[in-house]
C-alpha cells in the first residue's frame, strides 16, 4: 500500500453517513480514482455544498470504494461528517497540514562537538552536539539535550559519527529515538584500536514528540572522551520525505 496523489480526479457518491464511500463515477473532465491504484491511499475531499471532510482515504478497486482511514480536517470539528441524501463530489486534494509552504522550510540540521564528550567505560553516554552548523526549523537543541525535535511528520535520515580520543577494544554508537536505542553501529577493528564509529537510519518522525539523540559506549577500561571538532564527531539529520 502507497500513498498515491493524482491530478484532476473528481468523483460523485450518494453515500450517506459516516462510513465508506461508494463512488459513482468520474465527473466530465476528470479522472476516476482509479488513478490512485487499488489498495493505495489519497488525501480526498469530499462535500455536498454546506457539510465537508478532508482526509485519507484507502481506494478499493473492488466495489469502487473510498474508506475513510483518518479524518484530518472537517466542518464536524474535525471527525466524520454524517453525511446527509443526495449528491456528494469525491475529488483528491492536498489537504494544507501535509502541504510544506515556503514559509515551513524542510528540517533539517548539522551539529558536531565543540568540546569532548566525557564517557566512564562500559557507560553508555549521551553525546554533547553543542555547536550548530546550520538548523532550519530551530529543532535542535544545542545547549541543554542535544536532540533533534523535528517539526513536520515524515521520514528523517539521520547520519552521526563519533572519534574517540582514546583508544578502545571495542566502540558502540547508537541512535536513540524517544529515549531508547533505535539503530546503532559498532567499531571493531583490527589490531585491537577503535577511534571512529559511524550509523545512519532512515526513521519515521510524528512531527510534534519524537525526538533523536546521539549515544555512545566505550569499553577502554577508563574514562574516555570524544574528540571535538566538526569533521571528527557529528549529527546531521534532514526530511527526507512527509508523511
Do not use: H
Not at 82 to 109: E, H, S, Y
Amino acid at each position: 500500500m502507497s500513498l498515491v496523489i493524482a491530478d484532476r480526479v473528481q468523483e460523485t457518491t450518494t453515500t450517506t453517513g459516516t462510513g465508506t464511500i461508494t463512488l459513482a463515477g468520474a465527473v466530465t473532465g476528470y479522472q476516476a480514482f482509479s488513478a490512485i491504484g487499488n489498495g493505495n491511499t489519497t488525501y480526498y475531499t469530499i462535500t455536498d455544498g454546506t457539510n465537508w471532510e478532508v482526509g485519507i482515504g484507502t481506494y478499493t478497486l473492488s466495489g469502487t470504494t473510498l474508506a475513510r482511514t483518518t479524518v484530518l480536517a472537517s466542518s464536524n470539528a474535525g471527525a466524520l461528517v454524517n453525511f446527509p441524501a443526495g449528491t456528494k463530489t469525491v475529488f483528491c486534494t492536498l489537504p494544507a497540514a501535509k502541504a510544506i509552504t515556503t514559509d515551513q522550510v524542510r528540517p533539517a540540521f548539522s551539529a558536531y562537538a565543540g568540546a569532548g564528550t566525557s564517557a566512564t567505560t562500559n557507560v553508555t553516554t549521551k553525546v554533547a552536539f553543542n555547536t550548530v552548523e546550520y538548523d532550519t526549523n530551530s529543532c535542535y537543541d544545542a545547549t541543554t539535550n542535544f536532540r533533534f525535535t523535528p517539526n513536520v511528520a515524515g521520514k528523517y535520515q539521520i547520519n552521526a559519527l563519533i572519534e574517540s580520543s582514546t583508544a578502545c577494544a571495542y566502540s558502540m554508537i547508537y541512535i536513540y529515538k524517544n529515549g531508547s536505542p533505535y539503530k546503532g553501529g559498532n567499531g571493531y577493528t583490527v589490531g585491537g584500536q577503535t577511534y571512529f564509529v559511524g550509523a545512519s537510519a532512515l526513521i519515521d518522525c510524528n512531527g510534534t514528540t519524537d525526538f533523536i539523540e546521539i549515544y555512545w559506549y566505550q569499553n577502554a577500561g577508563t574514562t574516555g572522551s570524544t574528540y571535538p571538532g566538526q569533521v571528527a564527531t557529528y549529527f546531521q539529520g534532514f526530511l527526507a520525505r512527509a508523511n
